[in-house]
């Protein structure tokens, strides 16, 4: 099988990438009307390459009796010839091989397929790296185990200072969440990290594959152990295309000039290699394409597939738009947006005729009859400096017998959603708030999440509360839910809070922290902050002892320039005290309407559960583990929490190998979803696995999360507001399937944003040093995390100055031994030994490539950088 990395040019034109060049005689890669191809094949018939779909009714019975499995299709983005679905029991992935066996279907799917023979499962040798038999190449940590309560930035608001630090926009401003991250945020293409340490053939991504790896199985695959075979499908029918059929690319001729083809179609080739390449009609390009192509060679494009063909390598699409050029960052958010479905177009005018329409707007008589008026009470809102949408206010007040009364206060999002009107539906169809690292974009229209709904300071506001009476320890003796009028004092950063938590004792100059409204002082607000801090962190300590666990991952903040809107720094997004305290009301709050809700309607509660992590993965960890000599339990959520903070020191190289092990206990993590209790029978599956609780919902942040409106509507039904809902179960768990997907959608778009930025950043301020430590030793490469910025790379021997490399296995570690060229050719090379979670310097740095950046090791003991051994190799 030819490589599938296009700089070897090693298969004729027409082959798409992962498909063996050999197809038969017929015309590879012919396509709409190609002659040529038909006159050669037998009576006038082209030769199919795919196989024709099985029919619903097929499918459907396959499904019933067990003959077929579905799946979401996922496609490693390293070596997309390997595709890979789910096994339904939780063991190893179901292996999919090459483009043919992937049947059309694209990355993100929902397919159905048919197992092969055993004797064309793929082998795993006892000494393959195992790594490779798992396709979990993107991460989908649930916010809930990771978190930090993110700054969401204010593109506006640049006027203050000509730099405006903006954080990497991970959507939590709300934290059961721990006020989110995505995890992994720049996973370079999102490589997969080596965990179980076993070597695995050539694994240098510049050399052609070796017949080794995955090839069918020989004549005495008897003798092999069941462990060493993993199960192998083909794709028969595409149940969802859940891909948005669109990818961002570059447009070029045909290679031949001659073919009937080249008269018509251009060919159109995506950026990301999981995507076919498509003919595109010549009348949908620019009209000097075809007699100056070249000027075209960095014009990022967007394409739609609109067919592909059982009888061609090469889909077939139309050219929707030039972007413009490739590297920058419009071009490529907007590229960005596009390939994960996200409408970022402007709100039509029959939305905007859902709002109110005399500006400005004020809070109707007979709401005050309606709600309890909060208004005369000291409430504020804690947010990133930036934010704009402010979705949740906090209030603390003393009781007389030493306990508090303490509210969460909600914006009534639902209040200005009429349901089933065209603001709904559009709401309802985005499903989230996108936060890129430049820019938002909004569920809701800004009248609404900017201006109507958030909850500024001296301002009236419509909100959903959940107020407590707490024991200083957190303890629950009473709650009330309702809707509320509120009018909060003052809007807090996190660094106001921040600074109130740190010094207890000592008032903060007024000139530090923000405008306060007349009726409230600063100290009655400092007092409510520490009550608060004082509340949460017995809430926390809980949480913890009850067995929750937290996965905080790194998180990169940018510094943009106002002018330009490039980065100019970056930085680690730090968690502190004000984000956890945010975090622990928030988690409360979700906690309590969950379980009001699901008390109210058992059949139609909108939830959200976490299933625990993929066994095959964990025992994979579990192993490797074992290998390492760390002392890990596995065994809960809350076990694994512990064995993270108890088995390292704080020192240097503990806390480095904390982040890598963390980084490595992420993997076998599934993603948290939503569903509809009415549609899950067991109710053991509703359980949320990290947070180790056994009903959990959104609710805190609707301004930004269609799950939380859903939710609101629910708890008004509740509690007698409104009609019960006449939403049939199948029909909530739609809207929940929908959200799911969004979610995990924007969750892309905000890796890949943040991705951009700092590809730009190495591009722009470049080459970047940092320390990185060693997480999967292969024999040509490692992988490092770099420490500075949360970044994952591969470092490739062969792009090093080294005489030579070695690598071997001790005991069951891998270990890498590098021969480096001595800079004075006197001198002996100097060896350097790579192992799992070795320390090491690296350098990223841009290649000519448009946004790619490699990383290169440092020579031990030199200053400087070390130079590649040949411009052209490296």
């Keep these: 099988m030819s490589h599938p990395d296009c700089r070897l040019n090693l298969r004729p034109l027409g082959t798409p990438r992962g498909v063996s060049s050999v197809v038969g005689p017929h015309g590879v890669g012919a396509s709409p009307g190609d002659k040529k191809a038909k006159s050669k094949s037998v009576r006038g018939k082209k030769k199919s390459i795919f196989e ?9 019975e396959g499904l019933k009796r067990g003959t077929l499995i579905q799946g979401v299709l996922r496609i490693n983005p390293k070596k997309f010839h390997e595709a890979f679905i789910p096994s339904p029991d939780g063991d190893r992935d179901i292996f999919i091989d090459g483009v043919v066996a992937r049947n059309r279907a694209l990355n993100g799917d929902l397919v159905v397929v048919k197992l092969l023979p055993e004797e064309q499962w793929k082998v795993i040798k006892p000494e393959s790296n195992d790594k490779e038999t798992e396709g979990t190449d993107e991460l989908d940590l649930p916010e809930e185990l990771c978190g930090s309560h993110l700054p969401q930035q204010s593109v506006k608001g640049y006027n203050d200072s000509p730099d405006v630090i903006i954080e990497a926009q991970f959507d939590d401003s709300d934290s059961e969440d721990g006020h989110g991250n995505t995890q992994n945020v720049l996973v370079d293409g999102v490589q997969k990290l080596s965990v179980c340490v076993h070597d695995k053939g050539k694994e240098d991504a510049d050399a052609p594959v070796t017949k ?14 069941e462990k060493s075979l993993q199960r192998s499908a083909k ?13 961002t690319g570059f447009l070029k001729l045909l290679a031949d000039k001659n073919s009937e083809l080249f008269r018509k179609y251009a060919l159109f080739s995506p950026s990301d290699h999981r995507v076919p390449r498509i003919y595109v009609p010549l009348k949908d390009c620019p009209q000097d394409f075809v007699t100056r192509p070249k000027d075209y060679a960095n014009t990022l494009f967007i394409c739609r597939i609109v067919d592909w063909k059982e009888d061609s390598n090469f889909a077939l699409g139309h050219l929707a738009k030039s972007l413009g050029q490739a590297g920058e960052i419009e071009p490529e958010t907007e590229g960005i947006l596009t390939e994960y479905g996200v409408d970022f177009s402007e709100f039509s005018s029959e939305v905007l005729d859902c709002l109110p329409q005399g500006l400005p707007w004020t809070i109707p008589p007979e709401e005050f009859s309606k709600r309890r008026d909060l208004r005369k009470d000291c409430i504020f809102t804690i947010d990133p400096s930036t934010a704009r949408d402010l979705d949740d206010a906090l209030s603390c007040k003393p009781l007389a017998d030493g306990n508090f009364e303490v509210g969460v206060h909600i914006a009534d999002v639902s209040y200005f959603v009429p349901e089933g009107s065209p603001l709904d539906k559009v709401a309802a169809e985005r499903a989230t708030s996108v936060y890129l690292v430049q820019k938002v974009v909004p569920m809701l229209p800004r009248l609404l999440c900017e201006e109507l709904c958030s909850l500024h300071p001296m301002t009236d506001k419509l909100t959903f509360s959940v107020i407590w009476t707490l024991t200083p320890e957190g303890k629950i003796l009473g709650e009330w839910f309702g ?4 009018r909060s004092c003052t809007k807090l950063s996190y660094e106001h809070a921040q600074s109130m938590i740190e010094s207890p004792t000592k008032k903060i100059p007024e000139k530090e922290l923000p405008p306060i409204s007349p009726e409230h002082t600063s100290e009655e607000v400092h007092q409510a902050v520490l009550n608060l ?23 990169l903040a940018f510094t943009l320039d106002h002018e330009t809107g490039l980065p100019q720094g970056c930085h680690i997004y730090e968690y502190r005290d004000s984000n956890k305290l945010v975090e622990e009301f928030m988690l409360l709050a979700n906690m309590a309407v969950a379980h009001k809700t699901y008390r109210a309607f058992p059949e139609r509660a909108l939830l959200r559960r976490h299933p625990p992590p993929q066994t095959k993965m964990l025992n994979d960890l579990m192993e490797f583990c074992d290998q390492m000599g760390l002392p890990m339990d596995f065994s809960s959520a809350g ?22 092990l963390t980084n490595m206990c992420s993997r076998p993590m599934q993603m948290a979803l939503y569903f509809c209790s009415g549609t899950l029978r067991d109710q053991a599956q509703f359980r949320h696995y990290a947070l180790n609780v056994p009903l959990y919902t959104h609710f805190t942040s609707p301004i930004r999360r269609f799950a939380d ?9 509740t509690l007698g507001y409104r009609e019960r809902p006449d939403l049939e179960p199948d029909a909530l768990q739609k809207q929940a399937d929908h959200c799911n997907d969004r979610r995990m959608a924007s969750k892309r778009v905000q890796e890949l944003s943040t991705g951009l930025f700092f590809a730009i950043l190495v591009k722009e301020s470049g080459p970047l040093e940092s320390e990185a430590m060693v997480l999967g030793v292969l024999n040509q490469a490692f992988d490092v995390l770099v420490l500075r910025y949360g970044v994952q790379k ?4 062969n792009a090093l100055p080294l005489r030579s490399h070695h690598f071997q296995r001790v005991g069951k570690k891998p270990e890498l031994t590098l021969f480096w060229e001595p800079e004075d050719l006197e001198q002996e090379p100097v060896q350097q030994v790579v192992t799992i979670f070795s320390l090491v310097e690296v350098v990223l740095r841009a290649e000519t490539s448009a946004l790619k950046y490699s990383a290169i090791l440092k020579r031990p003991g030199s200053e400087g950088l070390p130079g590649p051994k040949d411009e052209e190799e490296a």
């Design 483 to 486: 809707r509320t009028i509120i």
């Design 709 to 717: 409106v859903l939710v609101h509507r629910l708890l008004a039904a």
């Design 52 to 60: 024709t779909y099985m029919s619903k009714e097929d499918v459907s």
């Design 533 to 555: 801090h004082g509340i949460a962190k017995e809430l926390r300590k809980q949480r913890f002892v009850d067995g929750a666990l937290r996965l905080d991952q790194l998180k």
């Design 639 to 660: 076990a694994l929490n512990k064995s993270l903070t108890k088995t390292f020191g704080d020192d240097k190289y503990s806390l480095a190998r904390k982040e890598v």
């Design 235 to 247: 794709v028969v029918y595409i149940l969802d295309k859940k891909h948005s059929r669109a990818a």
């Design 794 to 797: 591969r470092v490739y021997c």
């Design 212 to 225: 080794d790896e995955s090839t069918s199985m020989s004549q005495d695959t008897r003798v092999l152990s």
